[in-house]
T-cell receptor, first 113, second 115 residues
Framework: NAGVTQTPKFRVLKTGQSMTLLCAQD?????MYWYRQDPGMGLRLIHY???????AKGEVPDGYNVSRLKKQNFLLGLESAAPSQTSVYFC????????????FGPGTRLLVL | AQKVTQAQTEISVVEKEDVTLDCVYE???????LFWYKQPPSGELVFLIR??????QNEISGRYSWNFQKSTSSFNFTITASQVVDSAVYFC????????????FGAGTILRVKS
């Protein structure tokens, strides 16, 4: 099993450009998450999904949109990238039961110039 | 409120030394889960351990051990006889029903093990 995969691994954008980050998991997990990691701040939750067709805001949702059209995929979109969105983005997934472990993808490095 | 504090920003040790990484958490919930993740220089996040609030037994896995104390709201992580490969950023995290079972991370502790 591949676990959680993320595409692309690295991307450079210019301010105002848009892009979509793709997360895929093959573990049949119900929950999926998008985090950003910035130096000295740990990981902060952007958006999450408790199942196909549902999404919810996390701690830092502004400037991002998400979609979960298929259970195995969770897309993170930046409509108009800003330098403040330069970060490393991690996707994670877990099973339904409370307290279950989240498993993370390898991350996507995004640089917005 | 749900919060995780890792007061040690960075720790440097010499190989074979023991090192303890501190984690203090806050939650009003009585049912919660604590986690440790490792982030090596390659960047991925590796799950190390999960502990629920009803199980205060300490755990040992090889050179790793975890000390969970509800009385002090701490979940500390000790590496015995550290090795260079232990160099990484270590994150402590908390989830509880109070916060919708979402993970809240500490800021992380950078561990540097020198040979």
């Amino acid at each position: 099993n591949a676990g959680v995969t993320q595409t692309p691994k690295f991307r450079v954008l210019k301010t105002g450009q848009s892009m979509t980050l793709l997360c895929a998991q093959d573990m049949n997990h119900e929950y999926m998450y998008w985090y950003r990691q910035d130096p000295g701040m740990g990981l902060r939750l952007i958006h999450y999904s408790v199942g196909e067709g549902t999404t919810a805001k996390g701690e830092v949702p502004d400037g991002y949109n998400v979609s979960r059209l298929k259970k195995q995929n969770f897309l993170l979109g930046l409509e108009s990238a800003a330098p403040s969105q330069t970060s490393v983005y991690f996707c994670a997934s877990r099973r339904l039961a409370g307290g279950e472990t989240q498993y993370f993808g390898p991350g996507t490095r995004l640089l917005v110039l | 409120a749900q919060k995780v504090t890792q007061a040690q920003t960075e720790i440097s040790v010499v190989e074979k030394e023991d090192v303890t990484l501190d984690c203090v958490y806050e939650t009003r919930d009585t049912t919660y889960y604590l986690f440790w993740y490792k982030q090596p220089p390659s960047g991925e996040l590796v799950f190390l351990i999960r502990r629920n609030s009803f199980d205060e037994q300490n755990e040992i896995s090889g050179r790793y051990s975890w000390n969970f104390q509800k009385s002090t709201s701490s979940f500390n992580f000790t590496i015995t006889a550290s090795q260079v490969v232990d160099s990484a950023v270590y994150f402590c995290a908390l989830s509880s029903r109070e916060y919708g079972n979402k993970l809240v991370f500490g800021a992380g502790t950078i561990l540097r093990v020198k040979s």
